[in-house]
Nanobody, 125 residues
Framework: HVQLVESGGAMVQPGGSLSVSCAGSDVFTLSRYCMGWFRQAPGKEREAVVTISRDGRTDYADSVKGRFTISEDNGKNTLYLHMNNLKPEDTGVYYC???????????????????WGQGTQVTVS
């Protein structure tokens, strides 16, 4: 079955860097589908951080542009989120999500993604 497993969450100081990863199961080749990173802070709604569409488009939330970068290792079927200059407001549970299409909806609402990982906690303090 489709499985997405995040890892790499940690506590970091403001201004620090961290990378989190999302490994896909064998039945779900990440590079074929719209993929995204979402985050949810306590008491807030889940929000899209970045999505990558297979038509070549990558969309970052304004709050992370210039600081976060999404990347992939197709050989490992793994998606990464590299985060630099972290701020306390970046704190939250970070989720990897996959959509059963090669293109991402615009806006990238969480309900348009059918596959989710369990999340990994990132705390900036």
């Amino acid at each position: 079955h489709v499985q997405l497993v995040e890892s790499g969450g940690a506590m970091v100081q403001p201004g620090g860097s961290l990378s989190v990863s999302c490994a896909g199961s064998d039945v779900f080749t990440l590079s074929r589908y719209c993929m995204g990173w979402f985050r949810q802070a306590p008491g807030k709604e889940r929000e899209a951080v970045v999505t990558i569409s297979r038509d070549g488009r990558t969309d970052y939330a304004d709050s992370v542009k210039g600081r976060f970068t999404i990347s992939e290792d197709n050989g490992k079927n793994t998606l990464y989120l590299h985060m630099n200059n972290l701020k306390p407001e970046d704190t939250g549970v970070y989720y990897c999500a996959g959509r059963g299409n090669s293109w991402c909806a615009n806006p990238p609402l969480s309900r348009t993604f059918g596959f989710w990982g369990q999340g990994t906690q990132v705390t900036v303090s």
